[in-house]
């Protein structure tokens, strides 16, 4: 909404959590997640899908074949598997899912360095390392890759961004020494599913949301929410609603 864009949620799990860490996870029944998205794309339609926390393997099925039945593009996965306090989200089987049933159907992912060692099956440790996990994670069936390095130690974030058939691109900022990142990772990808719902194209949209993400954090940096990760301030300078036209969603 604060990018212009009206979001829709088929929510996947309800999840206990503050500040300080994820308490528990209920996944809410397949048929249940299949019955929102349906309602979803059947009635208003989506211009660009974000994809969160799926917590077990049946949920992946779901949203594949919901992909699938309903036509929807500009797919942006965020593999969420790990919370910030190192709390597992995601159950074993559903990894092995996601990478087969979801990678070939997204247009982006846009893992953590957490999440791509936990994909790769090895440690993603230094920015150096970053090029060649990006690599393998497109030889495992992704069309482009986001790789955050905002978990590494130092000044500068840097973020890398790979593409099939593109040259890769890397993206650098000073670091916002803030205890408010709550939701950056999910904050990022969403924004970067708005401007690809807004018609930006895939290299500009991720400049654009990353762009978003720091001043978010810039701007919650001196707000104290709770006694842990507090959130980003999302509303710093809302935009009125874009209309798109929307092809037939039958």
């Known amino acids: 909404a604060a990018l212009g864009c009206y979001g829709m949620n088929a929510v996947t799990a309800l999840t206990a959590q503050n500040t300080r860490g994820v308490a528990g996870i209920h996944g809410v029944p397949p048929d249940f997640l299949a019955a929102q998205i349906d309602a979803v794309a059947t009635d208003i339609g989506a211009h660009a899908v974000k994809i969160g926390m799926l ?8 949203v594949a074949q919901a992909i699938d039945r309903h036509g929807l593009t500009r797919v942006v996965l965020d593999p969420v598997m790990v919370s910030a ?6 159950q074993p089987d559903a ?7 979801l990678f070939p159907r997204a247009d982006l992912i846009t893992p953590n360095l957490d999440e791509a060692a936990l994909l790769l099956g090895r440690p993603v440790e230094s920015a150096a390392d970053m090029p060649a996990a990006a690599q393998a994670l497109l030889q495992m069936g992704a069309r ?6 905002g978990h590494l130690a ?3 974030v840097q973020d890398y961004l790979i593409e099939r058939g593109n040259e890769s691109h890397v993206m650098r900022s000073e670091r916002v020494h803030t205890p408010n990142v709550h939701g950056s990772g999910c904050t990022l990808s969403s924004a970067l599913a708005a401007f690809l719902a807004q018609g930006l194209p895939l290299r500009l949209a991720a400049e654009a949301a990353r762009s978003f993400v720091l001043d978010a954090l810039k701007s919650g940096a001196g707000v104290r929410t709770g006694h842990g990760a507090g959130p980003l301030n999302h509303g710093f300078s809302p ?12």
């Not at 306090?85 to 995601?90: D, Q, R, V, W, Y």
């Open 55 to 62: 917590h077990s393997a049946e949920l992946v099925h779901v």
């Open 144 to 149: 482009a890759v986001l790789l955050k390095g």
């Open 95 to 101: 990894v092995q899912a996601l990478v087969s049933e």
């Open 154 to 156: 130092g000044d500068e």
């Open 85 to 90: 306090n190192g709390a597992t989200l995601i």
């Open 239 to 250: 935009k009125q609603t874009v209309f798109r036209e929307l092809e037939d969603i039958g």
